[in-house]
Structure formats: C-alpha cells, structure tokens
C-alpha cells in the first residue's frame, strides 16, 4: 500500500502539469471504487481551475478556485498515469485540462486495478471537518510532532510502539514500513511498552521518523507491486531499507533481521540493536 512518501511524491508529480489549470474534463468510468464517486463529482469539478495540490496524512488533496476540494486515496495499488498511450480498463476517473498557448493540455488518470482506493469532494473550508482527517494527529512532518506530544500521547500506554505509531489518532500518515525503519534507526524494539520509553529515547524516534520519510520521499518513495511515480518511474528507497523486507539478512551490527506477524501485519526488526 502506497504510504505517506509515495502519497507526497505523487502529488509532487501532478504538481507541475495539473496546478494552475482549468479542467475541461472530469469522467468517472465506473460507478465506484472502494466507494461511489460523488454524485456531484463531474458537475463541481469541470470547469475548475486547480488552484494547488497537497496532502494530508496518505490522503492527496487537489483545490480548486471553486472552494472545492477533490480527496483521493491511493488503496492498496493506486496510482496516477499523466498522458497515457491508451485509456487502460483500470483507468477509473479522466482528469483532462484545457490546452495551453502553443501547447496541449494533460490527462489524467486514476488506474487502480483493485480498486481499494477512492475518491471524495469537500468544501475546502470544511476539510478539518472530513471524517477521516477529523480525528487524525499531527504530520509526522509539521511541528507539532515533537517529543513532548509524543510523551503526552503515549504516557500510561502498555500498548506496544509500534502499534501507537501506526494509530492514525496519535500520528497521521505513518505506515508499516516506515515505522519498522524508523524504529530500527531509533534502536527500539517494536514490542516495548510505549508507556515505558524515556524521553530521550522518543526525542530520537520523533528524528529518525523525520529523516526516514525525508529520505523516502527523496528517493521517490518505495516501489511495492503496483506502485509507480506518476512519470512512470519507480522509486527507490526500497534499495534503502535498514530492515523492512530483510528477514534472514545482516543488520547493519551483523546480527540477523527477525521477521514477527503482529496483527497481520509483518514486523522486521534486529534483536541486538533494538531494545
């Protein structure tokens, strides 16, 4: 599942070709997704003008000059195609934008083979109020994720690290590969008590989160199965990874990378540097 790098380097590749430019077509090919479009969708958007692109946690965010926005979730094998040779059978929404002056505009589209991402709308005004960001904690990124937040959140908790770091309500957008890393980068153990970790300790988690998202969405994010870059190209920090997906390899110290299932989810860490 794309996570908050390939989420930020998506909307860095629709960036360029898509803020600042009238849509002329907005085509929703099938009725749904993971959900239905907006029954308003098409109306809304058509005719706007892109005003500017972001995103909060793995959510990307498209503004227009109407005071709408368009929310898109990649799910599990989303991805946007600009200027495709041919519209693909998984192409379920067409974004086109006008041509420009001695130009031709883009198109857009949403491949999604699985169809586990969606799209939605909201006044821009109201998207604090969207439900999912509504109950979401701060970036990862922004400065409100700090050591002291994080020691707020996490006092009393006999719930392990990991698991508070993958609680959207604590911290938004981080995923199980990052924290896997980041854990590993911090030298603490997946499965202790968050409750019981001192505030050093998390002053040095909250850095290393920062500098293994930094370095991920720099190296264009993780290629995992259907994911690619909206230029077609793949990222690279998979090439990267200190443990995720390194089960039986060395650690950096020497030491093999255990691999447990917590919650169905895949947990690689190394027993000697984490504690």
């Given amino acids: 599942m794309p996570e908050l790098p390939e989420v930020e380097t998506t ?5 360029g070709p898509l803020e600042g430019q009238r849509l002329v077509r907005v085509e929703p090919r099938r009725a749904d997704m993971r959900k239905p479009f907006p029954a308003e969708l098409r109306q809304r958007m058509t005719g706007a003008r892109v005003t500017s692109l972001g995103r909060r ?9 109407r005071g709408d926005t368009m929310i898109f979730h990649l799910g599990m094998s989303g991805r946007w195609v600009i200027d495709g040779d041919a519209v693909n059978i998984h192409d379920h929404l067409i974004l086109e934008t006008e041509e420009e002056v001695g130009g031709s505009g883009h198109h857009f589209a949403l ?9 939605d709308l909201m006044p821009t005004a109201d998207l604090h109020l969207y439900p999912a960001f ?10 409100d994720f700090t050591a002291a937040y994080l ?4 006092e009393g908790r006999a719930a392990p690290i990991k698991a508070m770091l993958l609680d959207q309500r604590i911290v938004a957008g981080l995923g199980n590969i990052y924290v896997c890393e980041a854990l590993n980068m911090a030298g603490i153990a997946p499965t202790r008590a968050a ?25 264009g994010g993780s290629s995992l199965r259907d994911y690619v870059r909206p230029d077609g190209q793949l990222g690279y920090f998979a090439k990267d990874w200190r443990v995720y997906g390194r089960e039986g390899e060395a650690c950096a110290c020497g030491t093999t990378v255990l691999r447990r299932v ?6 690689f860490y190394c027993p000697a540097c984490q504690k």
């Fill in 11 to 15: 909307v860095a590749g629709l960036r």
């Fill in 57 to 65: 946690a793995k959510y990307g965010l498209i503004h227009t000059d």
């Fill in 111 to 119: 491949r999604d083979p699985r169809r586990f991402g969606f799209v």
């Fill in 134 to 143: 509504a109950a979401m904690g701060p970036e990862p990124l922004g400065p």
């Fill in 151 to 154: 020691a707020g959140m996490l």
């Fill in 195 to 219: 409750g019981r970790i001192s505030r050093p300790r998390l002053a040095k988690l909250v850095e290393a989160i920062r500098e293994v998202l930094a370095a991920a969405i720099l190296a």
């Fill in 262 to 267: 917590d919650s169905g989810r895949s947990t």
